[in-house]
């Protein structure tokens, strides 16, 4: 016979597993409620010249909303939204309003948007871009799309189609959190990327002494002028990591030290205010590499 103690845990964990379907389930109503009622928000995060700090472009990020204040990050309802076939409304939402906003912008800032690997196999995704544009009067060179290798683990062929479809309406294209998969650097010769994004694990938490770090993120930087794409750092938080990123040859740098993600009315005021200015090279402490 079973002794008490060992009931007793298995009640404790067959009610955690009810809690946890009980939450899952409520995240799915958020998220069905939120697409039904256009309920999203999209925030933009700056990113900005390793030259010389000014803003460049700004990354489109989802936001969605939590009834009692704050947002359900989008690690988490991301993958919610596609496991309930939602996510293509949702990208094409994204795309429309990021294209809108930025058409609003100056006319040398551009917008990023992330892109799920399901909006590849739904509608045509082609179509749903050159439908943004059009909808928006937003020039194709202003927008980037980002996608993470994870999409190209399938299907490589009808992907690297749809991105050469995608290149000739003039949008760009960004390899996003490169570093992180199986094969990133497998897939950058299949296509010619015109940008790549280095993960931001690499760089939160970098000590200037980390040899190890400044070798690969050096690395990463020569692949991307060699292969004749631009690169991104994103999570820079400090002074110091944007110094040494510049110093390494990154072209663009993203995070919390120039700005967090920022809501749509908020990048008008942001854009008034003077930039981050980066440390002078001369004045950068000695990068022994
Ligand atoms: P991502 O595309 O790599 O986006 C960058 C993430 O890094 C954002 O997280 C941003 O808030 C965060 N970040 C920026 N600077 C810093 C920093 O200095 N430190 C730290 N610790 N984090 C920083 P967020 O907004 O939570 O988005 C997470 C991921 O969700 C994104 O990663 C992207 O993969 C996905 N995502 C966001 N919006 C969309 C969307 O519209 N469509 C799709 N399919 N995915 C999206
Ligand atoms: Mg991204
Ligand atoms: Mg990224
Ligand atoms: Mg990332």
């Not at 490169?178 to 299949?190: D, K, V």
């Not at 400044?214 to 400090?238: C, D, Y």
């Amino acid at each position: 016979a079973q002794s008490p103690g060992v009931r007793n845990h298995v009640c404790r964990f067959e009610l955690g597993m009810e809690d946890e379907i009980r939450h899952r389930r409520e995240l799915e109503a958020l998220v069905e409620n939120a697409a039904a009622n256009d309920a999203f928000e999209l925030h933009f995060q700056p990113v900005v010249s390793a030259r010389d700090g000014a803003p460049v472009y700004f990354e489109a990020l989802l936001r969605l909303p939590r009834p009692g204040g704050g947002y359900v990050p989008p690690s988490i309802f991301v993958p919610i939204a596609e496991d309930l076939g939602l996510i293509n409304g949702i990208g094409a939402w994204a795309l429309n309003r990021a294209c809108r906003a930025a058409a609003g912008w100056p006319d040398a800032l551009g917008v990023a948007v992330n892109l799920s690997p399901l909006q590849f196999s739904g509608a045509d995704l082609n179509q749903v871009v050159a439908q943004a544009l059009a909808a928006s009067g937003l020039a194709p060179r202003r927008l980037e799309l980002e996608i993470t290798e994870g999409l190209l683990l399938k299907h490589t062929e009808s992907v690297l189609h749809q991105l050469q479809g995608l290149r000739e309406i003039g949008v760009s294209i960004a390899m996003d959190d490169f570093g992180t998969g199986y094969s990133s650097l497998g897939y950058l010769w299949r296509f010619p990327f015109d940008k790549i994004k280095i993960d931001r694990s690499f760089i939160v938490g970098w000590q200037a002494n980390d040899r190890h770090v400044a070798h690969i993120l050096r690395t990463i930087v020569s692949l991307g002028r060699t292969l004749n794409m631009l690169v991104t750092a994103e999570g820079i938080e400090h002074a110091a990591q944007a110094a040494l990123l510049r110093d390494l040859g990154c072209d663009f740098l993203q995070g919390f030290h120039f700005s967090r993600p920022l809501p749509e009315a908020e990048v008008a005021p942001y854009l008034l205010q003077p930039h981050t200015v980066l440390a002078d090279p001369r004045r950068t402490p000695a990068l022994q590499l």
